[in-house]
């Protein structure tokens, strides 16, 4: 499978996804920051700091994270994105009967593809934690808002905030990968996505309130946040574990047995 | 020894039969042409090779291998399947590496198929500003990468300029020559006359001949065509040589005589005893593309059963058109020759 991973990073390393997807990711965890941190008052608040960002949560040890937290739903979908891209351009450009035709072993193709999106979006969200962390600082300045215990467990507070942050950019990108080797459309499948996660979940939240805290969109947040009120940390973390299984064999399946008619 | 064959090799898509019961073996070795109207089942058949798609039954081999276990064999086939395909935001020298490192090949093959393509030069721009020319020529040095055994390609000099066509056919020809099996496919039939050594032709999906391109070139038999003086008397020639036993046809103002080369003074002759003046009367042997045509009909594999003006309806010259089978239930197709203009009886 070794080929197959090499074969796509080579793919994958070209400056529309290494610029506009990665960029994107950090431009969305630096404006969500600058937010977050502006509109913060002394209680809960509505608007993009959902989660009710108070200046005493920014000014507390994981303060830094409060904004990449918040845009998490954001960059989520800037990796569904970039894995629904990176399987249905294979077949809008027919570049598929290239590479099953190389690679007729299906499985470690797909298998080469997972891992090589896997190290991108490692990579991706690596880069959004350290600009919105080196930004941070300035941002709380302008904001008024103190850092003194900012650096009081620091490390355990970035390695924790980064994980969080992938795990969740991850769940999103399988979430792609499943609909874009469903749909074979670019649009159909970032739609299909968004639409989905962020529409259709948070509308059925309001009929089905209990039920649809276990849904993938309220389960990703769950984990990019730490863990919520509706759920914990552990519990979101083997949840979206089953998701993403799910998806990736489905994903198989359908490939392993589908025509490539492109 | 055969680098491939085929045995009642079937594809169905729904209702539509692409590949019906082909039997076909393709010796090692030597430029072979895959050829038949759109819509024949050539890419069809090329795909079930290459383990694109999966037969709906019979069985086949590639290599003495099962095409159902494709990954056995891949190493050794290098193809261009329809359309170059690839990322239009990586330089040439990218989708190469790309492909390269897929198949565990080294970095050193993506120079020299580049330099055999004559991309070299131009290997480090996105292939998003290639002309379909140099696509193409990206894709046959894909198809190269692997060094292969077996090189399938479709329509390979298709966007070429002529010098591009005359280069690439000397590349297929040589590699040909090496002792390698490369098979093209292609609707440009004189390409295929000029790079191939043998021939398969399918139509609607089935097995209309497969051997020596001479052997098809020489059923197609001789003829001599025939111009009257006089436009009005070509009906009067085609009647006066089919009484003399030699078929003839009328097209427009010429007249098709099928005889051989050494008949062209008995025509002349007979058209003189029959007061007719000849103002041109040329011998010649038939093409590939004359025997083609004989041998699948005139009807475009785009348009189906042909409505061709000109050409007789069925029924009423006594010769059965061509059905299309493609669909279940439509009666199988029978070869036959049918004459391409009004057929005069002997």
Known sequence: MIHAIRGELTRLRNPYTLLGGVGLMAILGVVTTVIVFVSAGDGPRMGPAQQGVTVAVLEGPDGMFAGLQNAADMIGIVALAIWAVAVTSDYSSGLIRLLVQAEPRRLRLLGGKVAALTALTCLATLVTTAVVLAASPAIAGMAGVSTEIWSDGLLETVAKGYLDLTLAALLWGVAGLFLGMMTRSTGIAIAAGIGYLLVFENLLSLVLETATKWLPGATFSALAAGGSADMAYTTALLLGTAYAVAAIVAAATVFRRRDITA | ?346
């Open chain 2, 1 to 346: 020894m055969s680098i491939i064959r085929t045995e009642r090799l079937t594809r169905r898509f729904g209702d539509i039969t692409a590949v019906r019961d082909l039997d076909l073996e393709i010796a090692d070795g030597g430029v072979v042409g895959l050829v038949g109207p759109n819509g024949s089942g050539k890419s069809t058949l090329i795909r079930l090779l290459l383990g694109l798609i999966r037969p709906s039954s019979g069985s086949a081999e590639v290599f003495g291998l099962p095409i159902t276990r494709p990954g056995r064999y891949a190493s050794r086939i290098g193809a261009l399947i329809e359309s170059p395909a690839f990322s239009p935001t990586l330089s040439a020298r990218a989708n190469l590496r790309s492909l390269a490192r897929l198949r565990g090949i080294d970095n050193g093959r993506v120079d020299d198929v580049l330099t055999t393509v004559g991309l070299l030069d131009r290997s480090r721009e996105p292939v998003r500003r290639f002309s379909l020319g140099m696509k193409q020529r990206l894709g046959i040095a894909a198809a190269l990468l692997p060094d292969p055994d077996l090189l399938v390609l479709d329509e390979p000099t298709n966007g070429l300029d002529p010098a591009g066509i005359v280069e690439i056919r000397g590349l297929l020809r040589d590699l040909g020559d090496q002792g390698r099996t490369v098979i093209v496919s292609s609707h440009v039939l004189s390409e295929i006359e000029a790079a191939c050594d043998d021939l398969a032709v399918i139509r609607f999906g089935e097995l209309l001949f497969s051997g020596p391109l001479d052997d098809l070139v020489a059923r197609a038999g001789e003829c001599i065509t025939a111009i009257p003086e006089h436009p009005e008397d070509g009906g009067r020639l085609s009647t006066v040589l089919a009484a003399k036993g030699w078929p003839a046809t009328l097209d427009g103002t010429t007249v098709r005589v099928a005889a051989p080369v050494s008949g062209a003074a008995a025509v002349n002759r007979t058209a003189a005893e029959a007061g007719i003046v000849l103002c041109a009367l040329q011998p010649h042997g038939a093409s590939l593309e004359e025997a083609f045509l004989k041998l699948t009909g005139r009807d475009s594999g785009d348009a189906g059963p042909a409505t061709t003006a000109g050409l007789p309806a069925a029924g009423t010259d006594g010769a059965e058109r061509p059905t299309n089978p493609h669909r279940r239930g439509s009666a199988p197709s029978r070869v036959h020759d049918r004459p391409a203009t009004t057929e005069v009886a002997p």
